[in-house]
């Protein structure tokens, strides 16, 4: 069986979180989390800071453990460790706020080392495919230089190039752009337009509104570690619902 065959029924969600619960000593991060995200959608998270969005990013992957409720990709419950969660977590790309790039390899190296160590890709045919998704994402012709040689806008676009070279199911975005200069941020975001529009789901946690507007299929509002609101954006965005929300997003569009 392929790695593309779904193994979970066609119309079956891609990510399923059911009443998923944590804990950071007594602060409850994460308060009985339900959603799903269906094959090919756009799902962005927004919310104030310390609303638990990062934590719910990085519990999908198991960075971060949850207390109890199942989370499941494509139809399997995410293991706990060792070799079936490593090849799980091979189904699931993760770009960070920092870019996370090796940085006495170069550009190339980078984007080539997960599928011939992960995958057991050829060398040769590995580096062809990195170049492909270096040309992709705009950076193909820093392929030779090492991180710190590329702008930090360029760093993060192959950190997305590195995630899709393990042709992940689903890619999952915590605050990308955060540490990027304005003027970098918008490539960036450009790049993520385009995957979206090229159907890769993908799970996006930002504070770029326009963003959200422009890409998402579904805005989720998190505060206090919980799901308080979620629909499509421009509904979101002319006519939140929640207090908290209409609170949040006056200070946000304010500025």
Do not use: W, Y
């Not at 991060?29 to 959608?41: C, F, P, Q, T, Y």
């Not at 050829?122 to 994402?137: I, S």
């Not at 950190?159 to 490539?187: G, H, Q, W, Y």
């Amino acid at each position: 069986m392929s790695s593309d065959t779904p193994t979970s029924a066609p119309n079956a969600p891609l990510v399923s979180l059911k009443n998923v619960n944590k804990h950071f000593g007594d602060l409850h991060v994460l308060r009985d989390i339900n959603l799903e995200v269906a094959r090919g959608e756009v799902v962005v998270v927004i919310g104030p800071s310390g609303s638990g969005k990062s934590t719910l990013c990085r519990a999908i992957n198991r960075l971060e453990t949850i207390d109890d409720g199942q989370i499941l990709i494509d139809g399997k419950e995410l293991p706990a460790e060792g070799r079936a969660l490593a090849k799980l977590r091979a189904d699931v790309g993760m770009v960070f706020q920092s870019f996370n790039l090796f940085a006495h390899k170069t550009i190339l190296e980078n984007v080539s080392l997960g599928p011939v160590k992960v995958k057991k890709a050829k060398p040769a045919e590995a580096k062809e495919q990195a170049m492909a998704l270096l040309k992709r994402v705009g950076v193909d012709n820093q392929a030779g230089k090492l991180p710190a040689q590329l702008s930090g806008g360029q760093q993060q676009r192959v950190a997305i190039a590195r995630a899709l070279a393990m042709k992940p199911k689903v890619m999952l975005f915590d605050e990308p752009t955060s540490a990027l200069d304005p003027e970098m941020i918008n490539e960036v975001l450009d790049t993520m337009v385009e995957l979206a529009r090229e159907g890769m789901t993908m799970i996006v946690v930002t504070h770029e509104m326009g963003f959200a507007r422009k890409a998402a299929d579904r805005v989720i509002f998190m505060a206090d570690g919980q799901i308080v609101e979620q629909a499509a954006p421009e509904e979101f965005f002319t006519n939140p619902k929640s207090e908290r929300a209409k609170d949040f997003l006056g200070k946000i569009l304010a500025h």
